[in-house]
Every structure is written in structure tokens, then in C-alpha cells.
Nanobody
Framework: QVRLEESGGGLVQPGGSLRLSCVAS????????MSWYRQAPAKERELVAT????????KSADSVKGRFTMSRDNARNTVSLQMNSLIPEDTATYYC?????????WGRGIQVTVSS
């Protein structure tokens, strides 16, 4: 059974930081491209960042460049998203995604709220 479990979300003040983590099980993790997506209320889901199977950043949203850093640890089947200088517009549900060879899996999502 494939499982992607996100953790690390919560409420933070503007300018603060959070670190999201996603632990994968049931897949050959090191074969998969991993991504973080987010979806704000009444908006479409958008890509935050994607890493290749080796950890190279393939793509990241312009809105998070310089503030968010994505990394992965293939030995621990984990991807992380370090989010700094958070702004209210970063408020959303954040989803972990695994994709390889037409196989696509999603986590259940975790809420991040940036508010004073």
C-alpha cells in the first residue's frame, strides 16, 4: 500500500518559518520524482517545487524562489520543504506528490496558515 504522509504544518506569523516533511512508503522511493503542491481556498492546486529522483530541483514556482528550499533523503524515503519568510499568500494546504512511469500518488495534505 502506497502512503505519503506529510507533517510539520501549522500556524505561523508572517516572516516566520516552517519545515514540512513527507515520508513515503510502499514505493521504490529513489525512482520517483517528488513534488510539493499547494492549494489555497477557492484556487487551483499549484506546483511549489519538484525534485528529480537524485534530488536535483527540476522546477519551482517563482513565488517561492529564494524563500522555500526542497530537499530529499533517499535513504529515509523523505522529502522536505523548508519555508522561510512566509507571507499570508503562502496559506494553503500543502500536498506531497510522487510520480514515476505513469504512477502518480498524493498525500492527504497538511495545512499551513500564515497569519498574525
Amino acid at each position: 500500500q502506497v502512503r505519503l504522509e506529510e507533517s510539520g504544518g501549522g500556524l505561523v506569523q508572517p516572516g516566520g518559518s516552517l519545515r514540512l516533511s513527507c515520508v513515503a512508503s510502499g514505493i521504490a522511493f529513489s525512482s520517483y520524482a517528488m513534488s510539493w503542491y499547494r492549494q489555497a481556498p477557492a484556487k487551483e492546486r499549484e506546483l511549489v517545487a519538484t525534485t528529480s529522483s537524485s534530488g536535483r530541483i527540476i522546477k519551482s514556482a517563482d513565488s517561492v524562489k529564494g524563500r522555500f528550499t526542497m530537499s530529499r533523503d533517499n535513504a529515509r524515503n523523505t522529502v522536505s520543504l523548508q519555508m522561510n519568510s512566509l507571507i499570508p499568500e503562502d496559506t494553503a494546504t500543502y500536498y506531497c506528490n510522487a510520480n514515476w512511469n505513469q504512477r502518480n500518488y498524493w498525500g492527504r495534505g497538511i495545512q499551513v496558515t500564515v497569519s498574525s
